[in-house]
């Protein structure tokens, strides 16, 4: 059974970095791509980016591709995302999640983790 | 850029039949975007509902459907119950690997 565990709630002050994980569990971590949304407080989901983790490739939404890393341990089977200068704005519940291998019926979620607030506040 | 258009907000009685739609500031959606619906209650992860323009997700009731009208996605509840109450959102493959979600709606059951 597949699952996706996130890591803990952080809070930084402004101008930190934060580092959230998501440790994929129930099936071969490096045959599906892993995609990071995130949802502020009372606004809706922004997708951020998305990770081969078998190749270490990335695609990320235009307002990210300054700020944002996103790699992995295979060893252990966890993504990583890595947000620098944070602002206020970066408030919000980061997600992973699972995007599906079927190639007859591809690009979507077929996965997702619980979520982790990051708090950004001085 | 790209903006991924929702209704805000819809409503529908219990046991009606509501039609949410997913459309481009610019131009039309067709299945090349591999539509994918999600719905999402507050507090919680969201949980898919669609992919691939039509296709339920396993343990998605049928009265969830999918497909293209016009020029746009369509999600479409038909003999809605009070806990289809929640936020639901599309997503659209612009290709190249990235993925753009729309807005989202609120739909109100009552």
């Known amino acids: 059974q597949v699952h996706l565990v996130q890591s803990g709630s952080e809070v930084r002050k402004p101008g930190a970095s934060v580092r959230v994980s998501c440790k994929a569990s129930?099936?071969?971590?490096?045959?599906?791509?892993m995609h990071w949304v995130r949802q502020a407080p009372g606004q809706g989901l922004e997708w951020m980016g998305r990770?081969?983790?078998?190749?270490?490739?990335?695609n990320f939404a235009q307002k990210f591709q300054d700020r944002v890393t996103m790699t992995r341990d295979t060893s252990i089977s966890t993504a990583y995302i890595y947000l620098s200068s944070l602002r206020s704005d970066d408030t919000a519940v980061y997600y992973c999640?699972?995007?599906?291998?079927?190639?007859?019926?591809?690009?979507?979620?077929?996965?997702w983790g619980q979520g982790t607030l990051v708090t950004v506040s001085s | 850029q790209t903006v991924v258009t929702q209704e805000p907000s819809f409503s529908v009685s219990p046991g009606g039949t509501v039609t949410l739609t997913c459309g481009l500031s610019s131009g039309s959606v067709s299945t090349s975007y591999y539509p994918s619906w999600y719905q999402q209650t507050p507090g919680q992860a969201p949980r898919t509902l669609i992919y691939?323009?039509?296709t339920r997700s396993s343990g998605v009731p049928d009265r969830f459907s999918g497909s293209i009208l016009g020029d746009k996605a369509a999600l479409t509840i038909t003999g809605a119950h009070t806990d289809d109450e929640s936020d639901y959102y599309c997503v659209l493959y612009m290709r190249s690997g990235v993925s753009v979600f729309g807005g989202g709606t609120k739909l109100t059951v009552l």
């Open positions: 990770f081969n983790p078998n190749s270490g490739g990335t």
């Open positions: 999640a699972r995007e599906t291998n079927n190639w007859a019926a591809p690009y979507y979620f077929d996965y």
């Open positions: 129930g099936y071969t971590f490096t045959d599906n791509f």
């Open positions: 691939n323009t039509n």
